[in-house]
């Protein structure tokens, strides 16, 4: 059974308890995650608060570390990298702890504390992320992070994405892919927006149409909206360790 949750705010946190779960901050926060770990990020510690990654940074001196992040779409002040995957690039987070924290994505990562596991998705490894979910017999949670507390219609994309592909891959194998309402409004949106042919153009297009697509207009940062529409470009599962608060590549030694 797939379950989307278009808000952080539309689920109880024990109500992931037995399942997996696949966080969605489309523009930008899961899309960067996955930047960072594809080019080589020792981890990614995801942060609620400001204060929390400038007391980490004091805490660890076993890893060179980066402030990364966002508050209103900008970089915080002081901070090394902002939260755009164009910041992550191998030369600058190889071997390097990420103290990372944004607007959204960052507090919807916690809100997924009592899942069996916590996946981070993006286009950019929805191929990784699809063909993991298809081993897992649990629940599937996709788990929508919005815009301050607003359901945005590029975090709905992908879980359409996800969804649909799910039953792609499942079709094959003849069997059955139950979904609640959301995620079927969520295959609607995707197949409306997405067909064969320019995916990333269509994707790119989408959002510009979305709430979180026109805030990186209004900023101009135009280009992150192609940055996040790449498809299949981080071949990686990001996957959070609650315990030692953690993102790391999944099998990761």
């Known amino acids: 059974m797939i379950y989307t949750h278009l ?9 992931l308890s037995g399942g997996v779960a696949v966080v969605i901050d489309i523009l930008r926060a899961s899309s960067t995650i996955s930047t960072a770990i ?24 076993n890893s060179p570390t980066l402030l990364g992040g966002e508050r209103g779409g900008v ?18 987070v190889s071997g390097k702890t990420v103290l990372f924290t944004t607007t959204n994505g960052t507090r919807a990562i916690h809100r997924c504390q009592q ?43 992908f879980a359409g994405a996800v969804a649909a592909e799910l039953t792609q891959l499942t079709e094959q194998e003849s069997n059955d892919v139950l979904f609640d309402d959301a995620t079927q409004l969520c295959i609607t949106l995707y197949r409306q927006w997405v067909a064969a ?20 207009l209004a900023l101009g940062m135009e280009s992150d909206l192609s940055l996040c ?21 999944l099998n990761k030694s």
Not at 48 to 56: F, K, R, S
Not at 132 to 144: D, M
Request: net charge negative; aromatic share 6%.
């Open 115 to 157: 899942a069996n596991a916590v996946y981070i998705g993006s286009f950019l490894n929805l191929k990784s992320i699809t063909q993991k979910l298809q081993q897992h017999t649990e629940p599937i949670h996709l788990v929508c992070a919005g815009t301050d507390g607003v359901i945005t219609s590029e975090d709905c994309l």
């Open 75 to 92: 970089i915080i002040e002081g901070f090394d990298l902002g939260n755009s995957p164009k910041d992550y690039s191998c030369e600058q």
């Open 38 to 61: 594809a080019n080589g990020a020792e981890t990614v510690i995801p942060c609620e608060q400001v204060e929390q990654t400038h007391q980490l940074r004091k805490e660890i001196t």
């Open 197 to 216: 042919g320019e995916k990333q153009l269509q994707i790119t297009e989408a959002f510009k149409h979305s709430q979180g697509g026109r805030n990186l």
């Open 7 to 15: 808000l952080p705010s539309h689920f109880s946190p024990e109500q």
């Open 229 to 249: 529409a790449q498809l299949n470009t981080a071949n990686v599962v990001p996957v959070w360790d609650r315990e030692t608060n953690r993102i790391n590549a």
